[in-house]
């Protein structure tokens, strides 16, 4: 029987955050660097590929026991994420959607024009002090983003193992940067409001419970 679980919640963006969506039909003087935007709202988006790349390199750090490929790494980030390895083809047990900013209504209320910003920078070639100025679009400080995950229990033991390893990785994140340029101080993000839902199937009482707790560490 397939039991599948949804893990809701908030991503909120504490600095402004930059995930780099397509340039190629920008205007002379447009921003040199635009963020991805929600094609019918217009909205910044977070896609699922992103938060499920960043996850899953900052795990691989944590559980890998030296430098490989994703399809080589540890055996319960496999279990969790997925391979596309020939000889070890594996599904991904947990789903990761597209988010799309979520609390630009609330944020007009107070006084903002815009859902973005833009960042000017310069970076100067040592060698010959010739500049190379740059314009970074950037989701502001305060958007926030619906995370959705969908989880498929496959036995309840594996499910608070995986949950370990979930919680590893939203911490983790939340000590890192989503997006670029993390090093200057874009992408740092916060959870809130970890929630899990049953939504196909049944899971005991106290496996749920105990998940959840983990979530709430985060």
């Not at 397509?22 to 963020?35: L, Q, R, Y």
């Not at 490989?68 to 959607?97: Q, T, Y």
């Amino acid at each position: 029987m397939i039991t599948k679980v949804r893990i809701s919640g908030k991503i909120e963006v504490l600095t402004g955050m930059h995930i780099g969506g397509s340039s190629a039909f920008s205007a002379i003087g447009a921003v040199d660097s635009p963020v991805v935007r929600d094609v019918r709202s217009r909205l910044p988006m977070i896609p699922g590929s992103s938060l499920k790349g960043k996850m899953r390199a900052l795990l691989a750090k944590k559980y890998n026991t030296a430098v490989v490929e994703p399809d080589n790494d540890a055996p319960c980030l496999i279990d969790l994420f997925g391979s596309a390895k020939k000889e070890n083809i594996r599904c991904s047990r947990i789903l990761f959607s597209d988010m799309i900013m979520s609390n630009w209504d609330e944020l007009k209320q107070q006084g903002l024009t815009s859902s973005t910003e833009v960042k000017f920078e310069n970076s100067i070639k040592r060698t010959t002090a010739v500049a190379n100025p740059r314009q970074i679009e950037r989701v502001i400080r305060g958007a926030e983003f619906p995370l959705d995950l969908i989880y498929e229990m496959d036995t309840e033991e594996k499910m608070k193992m995986d949950f370990e390893i979930i919680r590893d990785g939203l911490r983790l994140l939340e000590y890192d940067y989503l997006g670029g340029n993390g090093s200057r101080g874009y992408g740092k993000v916060r959870f809130k409001e970890l929630e899990l839902e049953v939504l196909i199937g049944d899971i005991s009482e106290e496996i749920l419970n105990e998940c959840q707790g983990l979530l709430n560490e985060v």
